[in-house]
């Protein structure tokens, strides 16, 4: 894969694919998070005297829906890096063009939401060659799309001289170095809410990790399978195939709870109760791991050399429930490995307990973390392979 360095980038045109996918709250970027994570390959770029041009999706928009346009996501971009930034409402096209042939040397052209064409995630050639035409040079830095075949993360890859930027290259490596040569033991914990979401990631873990700790609702269909009672917990009945293979090929590395946290239902004022062992009760449901599981998992996590956690342990967002998330969040944060954390509840839930600078490294893309972990060539990193 190139890398920004191996691109000569004074005084041309680059196009930037970033990931500008922000929340917005009336109007107003709500979280910029994904705005600093590009901030390294954007400063570079200026620094070397590069003409930016920045393309991004939000959200996804039906036609040129006004709810998701980048103006704001632009607004921000300007207060963070002080450079000159201008927006064009056009995506390509003549004034879009003339707006990037303007620029001098360290400015930066933001481009309307990349998703107002539907060309974009047909990886539609036109809408390609278009982006194209606008610059010199291509740098991909948007892990968190990279696992879409899409016009801006694909198709225009193949059309000028292309590299990765900072934050893809960084997570490319991070995450390949988590399958290819892992510090030992390597603890996969692995929570959240369905199996079948993660059943590939379970696979890779299963064949490469010393243990594997499960917390989360994913917990039941492999407590169903085994016939314990899950009572009203959630279950999904299409998980329970895999679960069974699972447990069969590599029961061994699977650590399941040993006790719960039950809930009468999924709410703040929910009657709650710690159970020992893992029978639920009809009508009640496991909403977080019990103490005794949690002891345990600290455990491994403590003596890990490596720690990958994906998936949320409970239903964290509700206070009761928050525990068994909380406790794993510090025990990794506390750790002295190697840490790397992907999905995005599970750095929601980092976030929350402001852990989120705690930890080796804190993936920007889930669902392109997931897939690269399954093992999944991701298209907009291929596509700079070549
Ligand atoms: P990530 O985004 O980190 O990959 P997921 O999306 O798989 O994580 O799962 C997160 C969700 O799973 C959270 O909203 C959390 O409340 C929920 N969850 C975790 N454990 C349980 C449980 N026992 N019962 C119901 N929901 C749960
Ligand atoms: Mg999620």
Redesign the pocket.
């Known amino acids: 894969m190139k890398v920004l360095d191996d691109l000569d980038v004074r005084d041309k045109r680059v196009l930037v694919r970033v990931d500008f996918n922000v929340p917005l709250e009336q109007g107003r970027v709500a979280d910029d998070t994904r705005i600093r994570a590009a901030l390294a390959t954007i400063e570079r770029l200026r620094e070397r005297r590069a003409r930016l041009i920045l393309v991004s999706h939000l959200g996804r928009p039906e036609g040129r829906d006004p709810a998701l346009s980048l103006r704001p996501v632009a607004d921000r971009l300007a207060e963070l890096t002080g450079a000159d930034v201008t927006f064009t409402t056009a995506v390509v096209g003549p004034e879009a063009a003339a707006l990037a042939d303007k620029l001098a040397p360290g400015d930066v052209l933001v481009l309307e939401n990349v998703r107002y064409q539907p060309g974009e995630t047909t990886n539609d050639p036109a809408l390609a060659a278009a982006l194209a035409a606008l610059a010199d040079v291509y740098v991909n830095d948007a892990f968190g799309a990279a696992h879409r075949a899409h016009a801006s993360t694909e198709a225009v890859a193949h059309l000028l001289p292309a590299a990765a930027g900072v934050l893809l290259a960084h997570e490319v490596d991070v995450l390949e170095a988590l399958l290819s040569d892992p510090a030992r033991p390597l603890v996969a914990v692995i929570?959240?809410?369905?199996v079948s979401?993660?059943i590939g990631v379970l696979h890779t873990f299963l064949q490469r990790a010393d243990s594997v700790l499960i917390?989360?609702?994913m917990c039941f269909p492999f407590f169903a399978a085994q016939g314990h009672a899950t009572g009203a917990?959630?279950c999904h009945e299409e998980d329970l195939e895999p679960a069974r293979q699972l447990l069969a090929q590599r029961g061994d590395r699977l650590e399941l709870p040993v006790d719960l946290v039950i809930g009468d239902r999924?709410g703040a004022t929910a009657e709650v109760r710690q159970i020992e062992g893992v029978e639920v009760p009809d009508e009640w449901?496991?909403?977080?791991i019990g103490e005794r599981t949690v002891a345990r998992y600290v455990e491994r996590i403590s003596a890990a050399g490596t720690v990958f956690w994906?998936?949320?342990?409970?239903?964290?967002?509700l206070d009761p429930f928050a525990g068994g998330t909380r406790a794993v969040a510090e025990a990794i944060a506390g750790a002295a490995c190697v840490t790397v954390v992907?999905?995005?509840?599970?750095?929601a839930a980092l976030a929350r307990f402001g852990l989120a600078d705690q930890v080796t490294h804190l993936s920007t893309g889930?669902g392109a973390a997931l897939e690269l972990l399954e093992g999944h060539p991701l298209p907009g990193v291929e596509a700079l392979r070549g």
């Open positions: 929570g959240g809410a369905k979401d993660k917390g989360g609702a917990s959630l999924l449901m496991g909403l977080d994906n998936g949320p342990m409970g239903a964290f967002e992907g999905g995005g509840d599970s750095a889930g």
